[in-house]
């Protein structure tokens, strides 16, 4: 069987975790295997993309393709340079979303917990961050997107925030 490619895409107040599944993987044995897995494991389908058990406050989303709820991201985030590694198994790869797709996700939603993840991101990561990058990638997202100027309006306002906080000129 091929290893299952997972990337860790963020997380919500309310204990759900994200996963994103390596390409188009809805019908994929490496699919039918996880969610197997899961169900053996005791995990039941509570959302339509999230599984818990019983016991556990924690809901794991997985999504496949390059969709992060309603960001879709130009490039897969399995992709070099996309993701760093968190753990690899001989048949599990997972990764953690790069700082600029995390952020552009959080931000088109724009609710203010997203803002206050996204500048905590920021500020824990600012040496290896490029702030000009992260507008202009944000903005090339945007540009896909059908709600394109309410969008450009939540980066606008981030970058006012970041240079409030002192953080960008």
């Known amino acids: 069987m091929e290893r299952l490619n997972l990337c ?6 309310r204990h759900y975790w994200r ?5 188009t993987v809805s019908l ?15 995990y039941k389908n509570v ?4 599984w818990r058990r019983k016991e556990d406050p924690y809901v794991f989303d997985l999504f496949a393709g390059n969709r992060i709820h309603t960001t879709e991201l130009l490039e897969s985030p399995l ?14 790869y997972i990764g953690i979303l790069n700082e600029y797709d995390l952020i552009a996700s959080k ?27 992260l507008e202009r ?3 090339e997202l945007a540009s ?6 309410r969008l450009k309006g939540n980066i606008a306002c981030f970058m006012e925030l970041l240079r409030q906080e002192g953080i960008y000129d």
């Open 8 to 13: 860790f895409i963020g997380w919500t107040k």
């Open 19 to 23: 996963f994103l599944l390596n390409g």
């Open 28 to 42: 994929s044995g490496r699919f039918i295997y996880l969610l197997k897995t899961l169900q053996d494991l005791g």
């Open 47 to 50: 959302t339509g993309s999230g």
């Open 79 to 92: 992709k070099e340079g996309n993701h760093t590694l968190l753990k690899e198994f001989s048949r599990l």
């Open 107 to 133: 931000l088109f939603r724009g609710t203010q917990v997203d803002f206050d993840d996204s500048l905590m991101l920021v500020k824990a990561k600012r040496k290896e961050m490029d702030l000009e990058h």
């Open 137 to 139: 990638h944000y903005l």
């Open 144 to 149: 896909h997107d059908v709600s394109e100027d």
